[in-house]
């Protein structure tokens, strides 16, 4: 059986709708009858009322952080910016902001990713404008269609609309032509930030869609800086956050350094826990370790890393729930399609840390040191003799320091200094260390010692290292020991004494063998 509609109901019953208090912006369902229960469900759609002017905030109190601009590592005590430098397009920005604050109308500044829009366009209005300037920052998707009303009893107060990353205002809801008409003719300007290629896609598509943007010309912040750019920089090396910008950067704007270098910094930090990357985490450690030793970042291959991964045991073992193949994907994953933690080196399948998170972990005081056996890994991979002398001397500096305080770090240094052939600072440096109880460096300058036909000196060093168990300096000592007791016997049955004549032959037999001591 078939249901059928009678046409004459259509007639008998007029159906209309009628809303109280003002215009129902939403879906409306209009019907003669509903039979059954009737459940109405209705979404209040996200709408805030503007705030008046005099709660707007001003210039001189406004936090550009907290609007948009990308704050920059810092260390305590540093401001979240470091000074500006100008750019290529500030005069023309400034005028711009200038006639807009006069006149009124939209003033747009594009470009790439992380190319240093917001802060461009916050130096221009705060250079230009009056410090007591009226701000209203709103939320992309805010609805703006009473921003007028709202201006209109703004009194004498100068005031601007702040749009960064204005596609997130635009809309039917938000920056039209219509509205930016009346902002014009209220005189109030409106400044807006905007990727090139979003810009390009809106501006240049359809006609109907390029709406408010074509009736204003972009100042457009090109990636790469200038010459001239490049020479303002140049003033201000000394700010330690732009001189790490200019020296450590490589490939990438000295603004993408910047403004990236919080985000990685922060996202590595938090990338230890065993459900996160834990193998990613240890990984791009070893490389900013292996880039604070002074390692060229041509010479830190897919290898190198794996071995330098045994040089963090704690962490190794927590690292169990991802690969080093995920981990290394991971680490060098684009982020905001510029840079990863990792960045590809030099050479085929080589990485290193991005440079704001080796310049980072170098100036923080509660960073840890570079793991002792890291320095000897660094030094094996240098494989030309120039960087292999920028590793040495980098351990130099940051070691000898701590030598006289970290027997550990003496006795690394003494062994480098025996494999260099430079005795004399191998001695000073296993001295140190053995003094402090380091028992591996009292036998390594027993030997030393030994070797360079120092036997009184050497014994006692090499009775601190035989009494803490270590085979090869009870032998030594031994040998040593034997070859004294066989001068005196000799002496003793050179003047007629019977025992010690008898014993020299069996207490020979030992000491004609040379023992083995340290290599020349």
């Known amino acids: 059986m078939g249901w059928e509609r009678d046409a004459s109901d259509d007639a008998a019953v007029d159906v209309g709708n009628s809303v109280s208090d003002g215009t129902f912006h939403a879906p409306v369902v209009q019907a003669r009858a509903v039979s059954g229960g009737v459940h109405t469900y209705y979404a209040q ?212 350094y910047l403004a990236l270098g919080p985000e990685l910094m922060e996202e590595w930090r938090r990338a230890h826990r065993a459900d996160a990357h834990p193998r990613g985490h240890l990984i791009v450690r070893a490389a900013i370790d292996l880039s604070r030793c002074g390692l060229r970042r041509e010479h830190v291959s897919r290898d190198v890393l794996r071995r330098a991964q045994a040089l963090y045991p704690q962490e190794l073992s927590t690292a169990w729930s991802e690969s080093f193949e995920d981990g290394l994907a991971w680490a060098s994953g684009l982020r905001h399609g510029v840079t990863g933690l990792l960045v590809p080196g030099d050479g085929p399948d080589t990485w290193a840390a991005f440079g704001s998170l080796v310049a980072d972990v170098n100036d923080r005081v509660d960073s840890p040191p570079v793991p002792l056996g890291m320095w000897s890994l660094a030094l094996s991979a240098a494989s030309d003799q120039q960087n292999w002398n920028v590793v040495w001397a980098t351990a130099q500096r940051l070691l000898w320091p701590r030598g006289t305080g970290e027997p550990e770090v003496a006795a690394w240094l003494g062994e480098i200094y025996t494999v260099l052939g430079q005795r004399g600072m191998a001695k000073q440096w296993f001295r140190t260390a053995a003094d402090a109880g380091h028992t591996e460096a009292a036998a390594a300058l027993g030997e030393l010692l030994a070797s360079i036909d120092e036997p009184a000196e050497a014994i006692p060093y090499l009775e601190q290292a035989a009494g803490a168990g270590i085979v090869r300096a009870q032998y030594l000592l031994g040998m040593l020991l034997a070859a004294q007791a066989d001068r005196w016997l000799t002496r003793a049955a050179e003047a007629g004494h019977r025992a010690a004549a008898d014993a020299l032959p069996s207490l020979r037999k030992v000491t004609d063998t040379r023992p083995d001591t340290v290599k020349e």
């Not at 948009?68 to 470091?82: A, D, F």
């Not at 930030?193 to 457009?220: C, I």
């Not at 001189?243 to 450590?248: F, G, S, T």
Request: some cysteine.
């Open 45 to 256: 759609p996200a709408h805030f009322p503007l705030p008046p002017v005099s709660e707007w905030l001003e210039l001189d109190t406004a936090d550009p952080v907290a609007l948009g601009v990308k704050r920059t590592r810092c260390l305590p005590g540093e401001s979240l910016l470091p000074p500006y430098v100008e750019r290529d397009r500030d005069a023309e920005l400034g005028d711009r902001v200038v006639e807009a604050a006069r006149s009124g109308g939209l003033v747009v500044v594009t470009g790439a990713p992380l190319s240093g829009k917001s802060r461009t366009m916050w130096c221009a209005l705060f250079t230009n404008l009056p410090m007591t300037t009226r701000i209203l920052a709103p939320q992309p998707g805010t609805d703006l269609r009473g921003l007028p009303a709202v201006l209109r009893g703004r009194g004498k107060e100068s005031c601007l609309l702040w749009l960064d990353d204005l596609k997130g205002h635009l809309g039917e809801h938000g920056l039209t032509p219509t509205l930016l008409a009346e902002l014009v003719r209220l005189r109030v300007p409106v400044l807006g930030t905007m990727d090139d290629k979003v810009y390009d896609k809106r501006r240049f598509g359809a006609s109907a869609r390029a709406g408010v943007l074509s009736g204003a010309e972009p100042v457009e912040l090109r990636r790469e800086w200038s010459s001239a750019e490049q020479r303002r920089l140049s003033h201000l090396l000394a700010v330690p956050r732009l001189r790490a910008a200019e020296l450590v950067r490589g490939g990438h704007t000295v603004p993408e």
